[in-house]
Nanobody, 124 residues
């Protein structure tokens, strides 16, 4: 089992940047693929980006590419989400999640463990 804690959220103006962190404890961190999701009020949880176990590969959908970048430091048991050129529509609770199975990691159902989320608010 692994426990995940997100941090780094807050209020930022449109065009600004934030870096979220996801700190993990528990079983060997490097055995999990980590994904970032977000959920705006009244909307379904949405995939943002995932990062492979080694950190060598990331995957994100086209609408997220170029602005959202994930990385990880397995020595620190931490995954990061760098968000640039933020827009008001990026306002949401951002979650990190860990998956044990092999897969693309774009579906909520693929993940076994979730953090509690961190709020990101972007003002216009």
């Amino acid at each position: 089992q692994v426990q995940l804690v997100e941090s780094g959220g807050g209020l930022v103006q449109a065009g600004g940047s934030l870096r979220l962190s996801c700190a993990a404890s528990g079983r060997i961190f490097s055995s999990y693929r980590i994904g970032w999701f977000r959920q705006a009020p009244g909307k379904a949880r949405e995939f943002v980006v995932s990062v492979s176990r080694s950190g060598a590969n990331t995957y994100s959908i086209d609408s997220m590419k170029g602005r959202f970048t994930a990385s990880r430091d397995n020595a620190k048991n931490t995954v990061y989400l760098q968000m640039n050129s933020l827009k008001p529509e990026d306002t949401a609770v951002y979650y990190c999640a860990a998956m044990t199975r092999v897969g693309g990691g774009v579906e909520v159902s693929e993940y076994d463990y979730w953090g509690q989320g961190t709020q990101v608010s972007v003002s216009s």
